[in-house]
């Protein structure tokens, strides 16, 4: 006979009746020594985390990223030396606007934040499935989302305030041309790419820099819907898809790639590259394979692993840094931040966030202090001196070691302190050029989207955005005007 496990208390007291409260007779009332009843309610009032502010519907998988091609003479990362290095990795897709009970299927990017767990701590890309973004300065970001996300009176999705926020932002013009096309609905998580979109760096044994850009290609190619598609799809038909596809063996992966720029070569380089709202072109910066990345693995609890884990753009290894652009050095903080409100002062001791190599620093103590110390990377931290500099070194007491000193970042220019105006950058050339790249079907299915939001828009806001487009191309200007009258 099978031995039984006896159901318990949260503190482990074995638990006599799970189906009946404890009442002054069978008709009530309750009485006070419900102990067992309160501890279950309480416990319950608990069980969510604030919801993320952006990206808050999501779903995430465990993969292995594998390296094909050294990076040794750009990089000192330990997982980019060596063709054949297989290095865990924890992927979260999402939409970006809607609530954690919106659709799959929304009109929105799709995160792609990957987590490497390298030998040398986590580096997260932090990225998105389209290489670019709608700003270029961080201070824009919570405007932006306020416009996107539903409206404050009527807690209904309300197009025309979007438009409201593009038609005073043209840096929006190539992010926003990309959403309104054929691609802004990926079919699945699957069949998309993924891009760290920022510039980034990499730094070498030397202490050379180099300007990168990374990016994933899907392997199992691109499959895109229609509005009026997605409008008959399962709101939980693309996390369905994630996990029906990893159970059944069939993993999805992607190749890996990158584009590189010499330091020195940002200065006078045609575009800005630090612009969040521009591609390089693969003319000039051509993309070189390194490796690829597969996801084999679901969650076993969703809650534990893909609600509490954390990626941040501040998390970078010796190797890997950050660059001058402005959006990503406001992220630099931003996640972190958010991470400590939305999860706590520990976020990094959850498994699905703790590095997989030791992690050894003097930060003590907080909610959950020493929860996971069992967990691989995580520290026990006991009596062990808690303060540096100290005298205990030689006892294995943790010392920053020098050799990993990012190389300093150079100021490209000869810089003056203050509010950097970048209304006169060129918005319009990379949007006009992938509007003359669509097919006349790709640039109806352009034009029918544009039209149905903008057309909810006020007189004086459709005009700005037609400003806009014509200034791209003067037939993406004819056209969306068509449309709308
Ligand atoms: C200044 C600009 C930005 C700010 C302030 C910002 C802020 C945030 C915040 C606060 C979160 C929620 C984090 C959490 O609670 O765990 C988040 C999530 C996210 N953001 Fe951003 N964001 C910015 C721009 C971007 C850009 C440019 C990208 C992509 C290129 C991006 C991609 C993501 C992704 C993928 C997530 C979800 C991460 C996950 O799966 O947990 N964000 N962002």
């Not at 000192?76 to 924890?90: H, N, R, Y």
């Amino acid at each position: 006979m099978s031995k039984k496990t006896v159901l318990t208390t949260s503190s482990g007291a074995p638990v006599a009746d799970d189906n009946n409260s404890i009442s002054a007779g069978k008709r009530g009332p309750l009485t006070y020594d419900n102990h067992y009843l309160f501890e279950k309610l309480a416990h319950f009032n608990r069980e969510r985390l604030p919801e993320r502010v952006v990206h808050a519907r999501g779903t995430g998988a465990y993969g292995t990223f594998t390296l094909n091609k050294s990076l040794s003479d750009y990089s000192i990362a330990s997982f980019l030396q060596t063709p054949g290095d297989k290095t865990e990795v924890f992927l979260r897709f999402s939409t970006v606007g809607g609530g954690q009970d919106s659709s799959d299927y929304a009109r929105d990017p799709r995160g792609f934040a990957v987590k490497f767990y390298t030998e040398q701590g986590n580096f997260d890309l932090v990225g998105n499935n389209t290489p670019v973004f709608f700003l270029n300065d961080p201070i824009k970001f919570p405007d932006f989302v306020h416009s996107q996300k539903k409206d404050p009176r009527t807690n209904i999705p309300n197009p025309g305030r979007m438009f409201e926020f593009w038609a005073n932002h043209p840096q929006s013009l190539h992010q926003m041309t990309i959403l309104m096309s054929d691609r802004g609905i990926p079919f699945s998580l699957r069949h998309m790419h993924g891009f760290g979109s920022h510039t980034l760096s990499f730094w070498n044994k030397a202490g050379e820099r180099f300007w990168v850009k990374w990016h994933f290609k899907t392997d199992q190619g691109i499959k895109t819907l229609t509005g009026e598609e997605a409008d008959k799809m399962s709101p939980f038909g693309a996390q369905q898809d994630l996990v029906d596809s990893i159970d059944n063996g069939d993993f999805p992966s992607w190749t890996v790639k990158v584009q590189i720029m010499p330091e020195s070569e940002a200065l006078n380089y045609k575009i800005n590259p630090f612009d969040l709202t521009k591609i390089w072109p693969h003319k000039d910066y051509p993309l070189i394979e390194v490796g690829s990345l597969e996801l084999n693995r679901n969650v076993d609890n969703y809650f534990a692993e893909t609600e509490q884990s954390a990626f941040a753009p501040s998390n970078l290894v010796p190797g890997i840094g950050a660059s001058p652009d402005k959006m990503l050095q406001a992220r630099l903080l931003a996640y972190q931040d958010a991470h400590r409100y939305r999860v706590g002062a520990n976020v990094n001791q959850i498994p699905v966030n703790a590095p997989k190599c030791p992690m050894n620093h003097y930060q003590r103590d907080g909610a959950f202090a020493g929860s996971f110390a069992t967990n691989s990377g995580c520290p026990a931290h006991g009596g062990e001196v808690n303060f540096y500099p100290n005298d205990q070194g030689a006892n294995g007491a943790p010392v920053p070691d020098s050799q990993l000193m990012a190389p300093p970042m150079p100021v490209l220019e000869d810089a003056w302190i203050g509010h950097h105006d970048q209304g006169d950058e060129d918005y319009y050339s990379q949007a006009g050029d992938l509007f003359r790249l669509m097919s006349e079907d790709q640039k109806q299915q352009l034009v029918g989207n544009i039209a149905g939001g903008l057309s909810q828009a006020s007189d004086s806001v459709q005009a700005r955005m037609i400003e806009q487009f014509t200034k791209a191309d003067s037939d993406y200007g004819v056209r969306i005007k068509a449309a709308l009258s």
